[in-house]
């Protein structure tokens, strides 16, 4: 008697064991950091689409908890049913690429290979702007074409970028449904990335500001930390120069030890220094704008 | 030797294709708009109930982001384990059917075939409001009879509906999670509609009003945009008559071309009418209430 | 020909029957309201780690809509794969351990049997306040030794308590990325507590002021209801004395049947007691402190 494994269209599913996932795309790459030994189960991503839980897509948006969100969810689940999607971050500043540029950045390397990040904050929506998908040696991201996935694409390595098409029937303010969370779950379900449109070269080029000990306020988080992208340099006190201020503040390594009512620096969970004040908002006695310059030397 | 495929309790899985997963409730239906045609792998999910992540489950609610959505998710995996769970809305305002019913309507057809939507805004809720579950053409949609599930229910065509017994012991202010979470997880576990409970007949009828080129003001959203249920009819500015307002707006496709400082009617991912004005509220100064009857021509 | 239900390093996913996932911690357990018979799957977890979305963790934090959560999603993803992460609410008031007790507690109980806790309120994060994972008879819990975990533990039968060890490299304020879910992903992975840390004893216990009728305000829900430990005992008026207010308010079954502009009594649906105030705040007309002992009568 015959034992097929596919017989009534059944599938055995592979062991997702960490690291073991590996979209088809990885297969044109030659080498990169990959591993090119063991078992390569992703195949059976590519020859069948949407198997089961095997794929992650981690969204990151500025669409807070709308049902925008909730709809980007749907249209993954039709297109590569089964996908786990998870929230990376959704409450973006309204249009505030670069604060997207930086969650995305310190955030992404916390996820398991070949995630496919879907990234938007698109305030040029529906304008020209280019609509990409991007391999790097690591992971997969999905967005708009102006600066949002920069620092982490180009600091895991570029290995190939495709501009999407934007189907003549898209809302011209909802490409993440329209145009973005497609390309997502059709990454998801193993289609290769030329498939989803023709070479590209990315245009918007967004870079931190960061010379010696001079580096930007990249965010101002939720309780008003200011925070930096210059790191600790084992100093217990710092001299803080932005805009019109010019201080010299303790370093405390928690928010346990920190002074009552006294700004302070302390190392932040990216690895970054940050201006807090203890049990209130640092950025309600320290008002700079975001993006300023900042030395902390 | 004998190849058991279900030797010591396990399972293969099936390939969850796009639109392959047909609930068996669906084999009751005579047609109805499925193909009869293929595999019909759900017949598992009847035979062994809780499947891994065949059957998805999208949340409507106006919980907010409150652990009462976290204990939907526990109550849905104890009776349904590995079940996928989605939020599609939980910003509802409070106890706002029309906004719920909106939301839900415009929301629900980007999910795939066979996604149960679970959804509560429930203001009758512990009174003697029937709570339902319906299965539609393509849909299951599970929540209180106060017109909330109507709009989408109708558009995509009624099929079947069962009144859900309500526990002696249910908390009369929660029946999300003794009633509603529990029908939907048993729909996710394959369970037949005729087993939730006796046939209903729908009795709450909400309906948006819309008459030629009048209709309502469905939706104020967190950024101020006033939605209406009125498509683009292709005009470059539209004469706007609601409440004691009469104007004259421009059109414009995207938000990168607003005027600044001048309210402006758009179409919405929706494919409706919307007045915005850029980078601020439009409801901030026309303050009209929500449900208002609106003339777009 | 042989038959290799292994072969190619595929595998056959067990069925999720409701109740039948056992970790395998379990095996070292004699008894404890466990059932011994019937067939014990988890063991293939223990085996192969990580296969899909057979594990559940549930998320309780003070992180609010943070990336700090996604952060955890992705650490899980990648530490267990396909491990199903839900949240179960990440709106505790920043640093209220008290409060994230009491919605643990009162929601623990409607996950499913092995769910994995992960709950970070944690204002001691680097202090030396221990890190812990503990077994109960059902469940898992992983946190800091503050009291946070104390009432649902406690409650659900504590088994085994082991002290997670602190990378020297863990960022001194985000033991939720470095150490607890971490933790919880090799739970759900099949890792046995034993090979987490040492056994350790519960220091910090939390317990929530109960003596006769008399006991605390544990929450002030987002709506400002004011929400007790007290039971319903049937009364249809309560004696209600918090403070300064000595008052007699009537009882409701329903928010429907509630008296317009009129301080309630209610039950909540963790089944205590509630002060209440229909379509308003009873917080901002009855200012009194969280946690302070209330008599309801």
Same mark, same amino acid.
């Given at each position: ?129 280019? @609509?990409? &998908?991007? /391999?790097? %040696?690591?992971?997969?991201?999905? +967005?708009?074409?102006?600066? $949002? ?106 928010? @346990?030890? &920190?002074? /009552?009512? %006294?700004?302070?620096?302390?190392? +932040?969970?990216?690895?970054? $220094? ?9 950025w309600s006695v320290m008002d700079v704008p975001l993006g300023s310059k900042i030395t902390i030397e």
């Amino acid at each position: 008697m015959p034992c097929d494994p596919l017989h009534s269209f059944s599938y055995r599913i592979n062991i997702p064991q960490p690291g073991a996932f590996r979209h088809p795309a990885r297969r044109k790459s030659a080498g990169g950091g990959e591993s090119s030994s063991g078992p390569r189960p992703a195949r059976h991503l590519h020859t069948f689409p949407g198997v089961i839980g095997l794929a992650l897509i981690a969204i990151l948006s500025d669409f807070g908890q709308t049902e925008y969100v909730g709809i980007l969810r749907g249209v993954i689940q039709r297109l590569a049913p089964g996908t786990t999607v998870t929230d990376l971050y959704n409450e973006v500043r309204p249009q505030s690429i670069r604060e997207g540029a930086w969650v995305l950045y310190t955030a992404y390397r916390y996820f398991p290979e070949d995630t496919i990040f879907l990234c938007v904050v698109d305030p040029g929506v529906g304008s020209d702007r280019q @609509a990409l &998908a991007i /391999r790097t %040696r690591r992971y997969f991201f999905v +967005g708009p074409d102006n600066g $949002l996935l920069f620092p982490a694409v180009t600091e895991d390595g570029l290995k190939e970028a495709v501009q999407l098409p934007i189907p003549p029937d898209a809302a011209p303010t909802f490409h993440a449904r329209d145009v973005f969370a497609p390309a997502a779950a059709r990454l998801a379900a193993g289609t290769p990335m030329n498939e989803l449109g023709p070479s590209a070269e990315i245009k918007a080029r967004l870079r931190f500001h960061k010379k010696g000990r001079e580096g930007e306020i990249v965010r101002v988080d939720r309780f008003g930390n200011i925070i930096t992208n210059l790191p600790h340099i084992g100093k217990d006190s710092y001299h803080v120069i932005v805009e019109g201020y010019r201080r010299t503040l303790p370093f405390v390594r928690t928010y @346990a030890e &920190a002074p /009552r009512g %006294r700004l302070f620096v302390t190392e +932040g969970s990216a690895g970054t $220094l940050e201006i807090s004040l203890r049990n209130r908002s640092a950025w309600s006695v320290m008002d700079v704008p975001l993006g300023s310059k900042i030395t902390i030397e």
